[in-house]
């Protein structure tokens, strides 16, 4: 399965409360739930917080697809190329929109309440680190450090594919989730000593500093938790 996240940014004009509205009701709902490739699709809204000051994004989606076939042909879809792709300029500043292909590895697992916000932190290594090494260290140095964090309900580690460096270098290499129960509770953790586990800027230099972007979000599942069989033909 890959686990594909797509950050995206309000078009020059456009409030964020309007650009998530229009992503979460008008383009989720009337073109990308269309694409019959999708197995799986959430979208992530940010939430103000004292986390991500400066914010880039105004949210991120999340969407799962089965193998590289199904997401190739997903892209040659006419509900994508008629539909989602032509409709992007309507809502969202397209040269900022940022995807990144990842295979998911749980580090904590729960189920969590409805209620409850998620930080999510996307991130370069530093590039003195090969990819393979740097992935080795980051599952270790999470999976040791998620037990610090106050109140963490949840936490997973998606690290990007394989193909993302097969040519040139990949943009990101990661994104971590960490659930809380509320932003309150999100925010506190990250006032802690456990931020740096959140925000990894020292890492024995394995992070790069200056790429490291932490965005607190409500998650909005469009299609699943369960998946969606694909209909045949598509």
Same mark, same amino acid.
């Given at each position: 399965?890959?686990?594909?996240?797509?950050?995206?940014?309000?078009?020059?004009?456009?409030?964020?409360?309007?650009?998530?509205?229009?992503?979460?009701?008008?383009?989720?709902?009337?073109?990308?739930?269309?694409?019959?490739?999708?197995?799986?699709?959430?979208?992530?809204?940010?939430?103000?917080?004292?986390?991500?000051?400066?914010?880039?994004?105004?949210?991120?989606?999340?969407?799962?697809?089965?193998?590289?076939?199904?997401?190739?042909?997903?892209?040659?879809?006419?509900?994508?190329?008629?539909?989602?792709?032509?409709?992007?300029?309507?809502? *969202?500043? %397209? !040269?900022?929109?940022?995807?990144? +292909?990842?295979?998911?590895?749980?580090?904590? $697992? =729960?189920?969590?309440?409805?209620?409850?916000?998620?930080?999510?932190?996307?991130?370069?290594?530093?590039?003195?680190?090969?990819?393979?090494?740097?992935?080795?260290?980051?599952?270790?140095?999470?999976?040791?450090?998620?037990?610090?964090?106050?109140?963490?309900?949840?936490?997973?580690?998606?690290?990007?594919?394989?193909?993302?460096?097969?040519?040139?270098?990949?943009?990101?290499?990661?994104? *971590?989730? %960490? !659930?809380?129960?509320?932003?309150? +509770?999100?925010?506190?953790?990250?006032?802690? $000593? =456990?931020?740096?586990?959140?925000?990894?800027?020292?890492?024995?230099?394995?992070?790069?500093?200056?790429?490291?972007?932490?965005?607190?979000?409500?998650?909005?599942?469009?299609?699943?938790?369960?998946?969606?069989?694909?209909?045949?033909?598509?």
């Amino acid at each position: 399965m890959i686990h594909q996240h797509i950050y995206a940014a309000p078009k020059p004009g456009m409030s964020e409360a309007d650009f998530q509205n229009y992503w979460l009701k008008v383009h989720a709902v009337q073109f990308a739930m269309k694409i019959p490739q999708i197995a799986m699709y959430k979208l992530n809204l940010r939430l103000a917080c004292s986390i991500d000051t400066n914010p880039i994004w105004g949210g991120c989606a999340e969407i799962w697809l089965r193998n590289g076939e199904e997401q190739l042909a997903s892209i040659q879809t006419p509900q994508f190329l008629q539909g989602a792709r032509l409709d992007e300029p309507n809502w *969202a500043a %397209f !040269w900022m929109t940022v995807g990144l +292909d990842c295979d998911n590895h749980s580090i904590k $697992a =729960a189920d969590v309440p409805a209620s409850a916000v998620k930080l999510i932190v996307l991130s370069k290594r530093n590039l003195k680190n090969e990819v393979a090494d740097y992935q080795k260290r980051r599952l270790a140095e999470l999976t040791a450090g998620a037990t610090s964090i106050p109140g963490l309900l949840k936490c997973q580690l998606a690290l990007a594919v394989e193909g993302s460096y097969a040519i040139g270098e990949s943009r990101f290499d990661e994104v *971590a989730h %960490f !659930w809380f129960a509320s932003a309150a +509770d999100a925010e506190a953790a990250f006032a802690s $000593a =456990a931020r740096n586990v959140m925000l990894p800027k020292a890492a024995d230099g394995l992070i790069n500093p200056s790429q490291v972007y932490p965005m607190l979000v409500k998650e909005h599942w469009l299609i699943g938790p369960e998946e969606r069989p694909l209909v045949q033909g598509a």
